[in-house]
């Protein structure tokens, strides 16, 4: 059961975290290395937009798992 609620809670977090680190992520990326945004998110253009933020997402949900693991207490 401790997996389905860590695997829960690490979705919940990536979605919730992933617009709007993402958009600060490609604006940032944009001012200082004069990277185009879409190129950010398409990882270079290697990917369609859409793969793109499918991939940013499970960047951001991978992380979130770790989080969650360690984060939630043992019952």
Do not use: K, N
């Amino acid at each position: 059961m401790r997996f389905v609620q860590a695997m829960t809670m690490a979705a919940i977090v990536a979605t919730l975290l992933c617009v709007p680190v993402g958009a600060v992520l490609a604006v940032l990326a944009s001012m200082f290395l004069d990277v185009p945004v879409q190129s950010v998110l398409t990882f270079g253009g290697a990917l369609h937009l859409v793969a793109g933020l499918l991939a940013w997402w499970t960047v951001a949900f991978v992380a979130a798992v770790v989080y969650a693991v360690f984060a939630m207490p043992e019952p």
